[in-house]
């Protein structure tokens, strides 16, 4: 058994093979990738338990990669520590702002590095399994939870993802996109209990997605509750002034009336059955709601 599975992104030939024989020896699987865009999909089909980018690559930098990696529900909680020549401080800050967890600056140490992977996987292991903003179960236990039902029938799965966040947090704060997920949580935690069976889940799948697990005979009506709820929900956290604002109502004629519209919010919303596909993983579970999804509702 391995210490953990790490992916390094890094385009230095040279640096990558040594890293790759350094950390094997010391009992971890590595993975590596030279590209930006390799590095992102090999994360999407086999997720680390770390990654390790090289901030400067051929194709996109690190941060992008970063970015990336975070959009996806699956790799939205995979630890990442960045390796870059640039010791400026804004570059540092712009990397903690992404979420990485740590930053060393080359020409780097081998015992450094291999203490900095060391804590930031211990951290990741003894991190709650709840998600800290919605306190609904996190991507672990919403793997088991759907790991669960490769082995049983009738049963429905609703992906809802709330698109749209990260300009909604830019024009009115971050502590009010994180008050957008609160909200959305229990509003769909709500749904399910009027609508749903006691045998329900919710769990948080990051990037504003919400993953609810019910019955097929209840799946209409819950979707329909889910989506009229946020919508009416979600409405109230933009201000008064935008939410009422006369320019929602005409086209605007230039890019600069574009820019004082009040950011939009996306609802997203698919499902399937078990009778809709022939689930051999869970990514054919998430692959097939991921196309299903389309949008159902606008805010404001």
């Known amino acids: 058994m391995t210490k953990g599975k790490i992916l390094f992104v890094e385009d230095d030939l040279e640096t990558a093979n040594m890293l790759r024989l350094y950390f094997e020896s010391q009992g971890y699987e590595i993975m590596h990738a030279t590209w930006g865009r390799d590095g992102i999909e090999m994360s999407y089909r086999n997720p680390p338990d770390l990654a390790v980018l090289d901030v400067r690559l051929p194709d996109i930098d690190g941060y992008e990669v970063c970015r990336e990696m975070r959009r996806n529900w699956r790799t939205s909680q995979i630890p990442i520590i960045f390796l870059t020549e640039r010791k400026e401080r804004d570059d540092r800050i712009a990397g903690l702002k992404l979420g990485a967890v740590d930053y060393l600056a080359k020409p780097f140490d081998l015992q450094e590095l291999r203490l900095r992977v060391r804590n930031a996987l211990n951290r990741s292991r003894f991190e709650s399994l709840v998600d800290p903003i919605t306190a609904l179960p996190g991507s672990k236990l919403l793997d088991a939870r759907l790991k669960e039902l490769l082995a049983r029938r009738d049963w429905a799965v609703v992906l809802i993802t709330i698109s749209g966040l990260n300009e909604f947090s830019d024009r009115y704060g971050f502590v009010s996109g ?123």
């Open 178 to 300: 994180n008050e957008v997920l609160r909200a959305a949580a229990l509003v769909l935690g709500k749904a399910l209990d009027e609508f749903g069976t006691g045998e329900d889940f919710l769990g948080d799948a990051g990037s504003g997605s919400f993953i609810a697990v019910s019955a097929p005979n209840k799946l209409d009506a819950l979707q329909e509750q889910m989506a009229s709820q946020l919508k009416r929900i979600l409405t109230y956290f933009y201000p008064v002034a935008d939410r009422e604002s006369p320019a929602l109502e005409a086209e605007p004629e230039t890019k600069e009336d574009r820019k004082q519209l009040p950011p939009v919010i996306s609802i997203l919303s698919g499902a399937i059955t078990d009778k809709d596909i022939k689930p051999g993983e869970v990514a054919d579970i998430i692959n097939a709601l991921i196309k299903r999804q389309t949008t159902v509702a606008i805010v404001p």
